[in-house]
């Protein structure tokens, strides 16, 4: 059975703060890929990252970080120097049967508070 | 300005009413999707269209109706919904066939059903 799992159901950082998302997959398959989506209030989800599952190396985008581990199945994210425009739900999201057919499996979803 | 335009953003229907939802994408994509996210439970796949043809059914029951007459439109009609489908319908499209794999969603219409 393939699932997502991000324990972390709200976290509240004051801004400036280094804040980390935990994501933990499961899946048999050798094939996947991994993403996280961003859902501020407005509603639609804003893609951030795609990692597929031959590919461990770590990622930094801007404030964005990301840290993909296959011996533990995870796929952190990390942003650093949080701002109040960061506050929003993330998901991780997981794709088994290559990336490109739209069935991901998604996380429950953090929400994350940053404050002023 | 988002590529995927969803109406209306807000729906309250009863029990016994008809009514859609409608999806426009305006991003040359192939392929479009319906979503429904529901308070303390993760995103849920709905249907895929590939092509306006109908790829995936993930179970849904049959008071959800979808129908995509191109590949730029995507419709949901509802038909005696019951209250547990008060959710969050997000649409989403993509480009199959690309290595990204990217979904562009929508901002989602929020149904009550009384």
């Known amino acids: 059975a393939q699932k997502v799992t991000q324990a972390q159901t709200e976290i509240s950082v004051v801004e400036k703060e280094d804040v980390t998302l935990d994501c933990v997959y499961e899946t048999r398959d050798t094939t996947y890929y991994l993403f996280w989506y961003k859902q501020p209030p407005s509603g639609e989800l804003v893609f951030l990252i795609r990692?597929?599952?031959?590919?461990?190396q770590n990622e930094i985008s801007g404030r964005y970080s990301w840290n993909f581990q296959k011996s533990t199945s995870s796929f952190n994210f990390t942003i650093t120097a949080s701002q109040v425009v960061d506050s929003a739900v993330y998901f991780c999201?997981?794709?088994?049967?290559?990336?490109?057919?739209?069935?991901?499996?998604f996380g429950q979803g953090t929400t994350l508070q940053v404050k002023p | 300005e988002t590529g995927v335009t969803q109406t209306p953003r807000h729906l309250v229907m009863g029990m016994t009413n008809k009514k859609s939802l409608k999806c426009e994408q305006h991003l040359g994509h192939n392929a479009m999707y319906w979503y429904k996210q529901s308070a303390k439970k993760p995103l849920e796949l709905m249907f895929v269209y590939n092509f306006k043809e109908q790829t995936e059914n993930n179970s849904v029951p049959s008071r959800f109706s979808p129908e995509c007459p191109n590949s730029s439109h995507l419709f949901l009609h509802l038909h005696t919904l019951q209250p547990e489908d008060s959710a969050l319908y997000l649409c989403?499209?993509?480009?199959?066939?690309?290595?990204?794999?990217?979904?562009?969603f929508g901002e989602g219409s929020r149904l009550t059903v009384l």
């Open positions: 999201a997981l794709s088994a049967t290559g990336g490109n057919t739209g069935k991901l499996i």
């Open positions: 990692r597929n599952s031959f590919d461990e």
């Open positions: 989403a499209s993509s480009q199959t066939g690309t290595a990204n794999g990217e979904l562009f």
